[in-house]
């Protein structure tokens, strides 16, 4: 459901800030104000699924994915419905477009975005309102002098951390009353409202929830009144599970050695933010009141100046890249104006896209983790062949600022105040200047190179992204692509990045496992050799700094084994044996003041050899070392 974790990278916007401009008037650059642009006619039916069969065959078996639903509008119709591979793949039941429902993720909040908007042209919300003027069951405490509205929530804007616990749960059993859920997992404020997006769950739950409580009735009665009925979308519904009324729903699977297996069906918390199944027959007359000024066959949902409103960009972090419409945001590419929303869950990874100025969309899902990569090659291919090739920039004489734009950037997309940080582990992009072009290392991921084509602007060589560095006091202080506009990145200091981290943690780790061995082993040995147990106090020394070693290595291996075996049940909730693990540094934080004490003792009467107490200083800045690794993840007590 995250939505944004993986958007398509197509976000270049030529011109630079002239085509930005172009995007945020709502028209492609070149026309003139005032004037409506000409349609482009839309792709040739035939051509268009020759095309999608050849390029769905190709996709599905090069990611292992079990099947897919697509559909295309263009020209005020449908031209295009189609379902590949299997929704069963034991029973080798095919997808059928117009039957099959799929879990559409974040694709969802759209209808949440659009049930917004009805309410501003009814005149019974107001984008400018303090949310809590809306809510009586949920209340966002007040910060940075400034409220939160429901204009900051549809561009993702409103300032909250990020929270992971709550968005899924493990069964039916476990939904809540969104009300509540909004109040226990409500996420701290950790900016102002407005200054930098970073993409929120929560905040688009919370903006169907005063939908839902502005009409006096629950989120998923309220879309199917306003939104499903009106478009005739009888093969849609927020319910979890699929209610039994719906035939065909495609099941999500896995690819496991040589074959599909089913997996569970996905439980999302917070319905508005991503509970949708819906056919892709159904999403096309979404699409298709979205792009006609939001009527379809007489039926309308909202009005065609709403509908320009709701498409037009509300926040960027800079004009030169894409931004944020109302729900929407935007993935243009040289010049042409792409507005659209991806989702994902563990198992469904679908796009909606629309081309405006074109009368063009286009809608696909896939029931498999393979779906994420196979999305982003397919609609890169769909792109490419209707809206043309991006342009590579031209060649230049190099980065103007050397090294100072060199160091690791983290999505501010994280938690900041709980436990769940330790997610943002590892995820930070890596900055370089190599060979006259900037270079960005991607988690897990290939290395990218950057053309500079202003200063602190640059374009990725084959012309498919832009990224902008943001310049403060200090120097650098973010980054910004294109291809991710629903967040930004943040420079760490030298202390948090991944290395000095990873650093501080392998070495704590090595000379925890010197004194928790090798000290028991010289107790052992001199227990087998018969000679005494030595001094009292130097014995204790020994003890306290080997307690707190051994319970610091006691929680690795206990965090580490719920990292390595199961990560999805710190996302689902708090587990029991997670509250009694987060025990274990605070007793080892006791222990190390006990070790501190006797470091000093050891250096004024000389418990032991200058080498051995080397060690044992050794192994008390150690753990001050690890308990500051702690305290920054958050993993120091309970912040839960």
Same mark, same amino acid.
Request: include cysteine.
């Given at each position: ?50 095309? =999608? ?9 090069? *990611? ?116 509540? =859920? ?158 659209? *929303? ?243 540094? =605070? ?54």
């Amino acid at each position: 459901m995250t939505g944004a974790t993986d958007p398509t990278r197509r976000a270049v916007l030529k011109g630079a800030g002239a085509a930005a401009a172009g995007a945020l008037a709502g028209r492609p650059v070149g026309a003139q104000e005032g004037q409506e642009p000409a349609l482009a006619p839309a792709p040739d039916p035939g051509d268009l699924e020759t095309f =999608v069969d050849g390029a769905m065959e190709t996709n599905l078996a090069a *990611h292992d994915v079990a099947g897919a639903t697509v559909s295309v509008v263009g020209g005020g119709e449908l031209l295009l419905a189609k379902g590949y591979g299997y929704a069963d793949a034991e029973r080798e039941e095919p997808v059928h477009a117009e039957e099959t429902l799929f879990r559409i993720g974040s694709v969802s909040k759209l209808f949440g975005w659009t049930g917004v908007m009805q309410g501003v042209e009814r005149g019974e919300l107001d984008l400018s309102t303090d949310v809590n003027e809306y809510l009586e069951d949920v209340t966002i405490p007040e910060a940075y002098g400034e409220p939160i509205t429901l204009d900051h929530l549809g561009t993702h804007t409103p300032g909250f951390e990020e929270r992971y616990r709550g968005t899924f749960v493990e069964s039916a059993e476990d939904l809540r009353p969104l009300g509540e =859920v909004l109040t226990e997992e409500r996420p701290a404020r950790v900016r102002p409202p407005g200054e930098l997006a970073s993409y929120s769950n929560y905040g688009a739950a919370l903006a169907g929830h005063v939908v839902a409580r502005r009409a006096g009735t629950t989120f998923g009665e309220y879309v199917r009144e306003n939104l499903f009925e009106p478009l005739g979308m009888e093969r849609s519904t927020f319910a979890q599970p699929v209610p039994d009324g719906f035939e065909s729903v495609s099941k999500g699977y896995r690819y496991r050695e040589g074959e599909f297996r089913e997996g569970e069906f996905e439980y999302v918390g917070v319905p508005p933010a991503g509970s949708m199944s819906a056919s892709a027959t159904d999403m096309a007359r979404f699409m298709l009141a979205h792009l006609n000024g939001g009527a379809i066959e007489g039926e309308r949902i909202l009005g065609p100046e709403t509908v320009e409103a709701m498409h037009q960009r509300r926040f960027a972090h800079d004009e030169r890249v894409n931004g944020i419409c109302y729900g929407f945001y935007e993935l243009g590419r040289d010049g042409e104006r792409v507005i659209g *929303h991806g989702g994902d869950t563990e198992l469904f990874h679908s796009q909606l896209l629309l081309v405006p100025e074109r009368d063009l969309g286009l809608f696909v899902s896939y029931n498999s983790p393979g779906g994420a990569a196979a999305r982003e090659e397919f609609v890169d291919a769909f792109l490419d062949r209707y809206l043309g090739d991006p342009e590579p920039p031209a060649p230049t004489d190099g980065v103007t600022r050397g090294e100072e734009l060199s160091g690791s950037y983290r999505p501010i997309r994280m938690p900041y105040t709980t436990y769940e940080k330790v997610g943002a582990f590892g995820q930070a992009l890596d900055v370089r200047v190599e060979d006259g072009a900037l270079v960005t290392a991607i988690p897990g991921g290939g290395v990218e190179r950057w053309v500079e084509v202003e200063p602190l602007v640059f374009r990725r060589e084959d012309g498919g992204d832009t990224l902008v560095l943001r310049e403060g006091e200090g120097g650098i202080t973010h980054l910004f692509l294109g291809s991710v506009p629903v967040f930004a990145f943040e420079r760490l200091e030298w202390y948090e990045t991944t290395t000095t981290q990873a650093a501080a943690i392998g070495l704590s780790a090595l000379v925890f496992l010197s004194a928790a061995v090798g000290w028991s082993t010289l107790g052992l040995w001199r227990r087998a050799r018969g000679r005494p147990p030595g001094e009292e106090r130097p014995r204790i020394a020994r003890w306290s700094a080997g307690l707190a070693s051994a319970l610091f290595l006691g929680f690795l291996a206990g965090f580490g084994w719920f990292l390595l075996t199961d990560p999805t049940r710190l996302i689902l909730g708090t587990p029991t044996a997670l509250l009694a693990l987060l025990v274990l540094p =605070v007793l080892a934080g006791v222990a190390t003041l006990g070790t501190l004490a006797f470091c000093a003792l050891a250096w004024r009467d000389r418990y032991w050899g200058v080498p051995s107490r080397l060690h044992y200083t050794l192994v008390a800045l150690s753990s001050l070392l690890f308990l500051a690794v702690l305290r920054y993840w958050n993993l120091l007590g309970f912040a839960l």
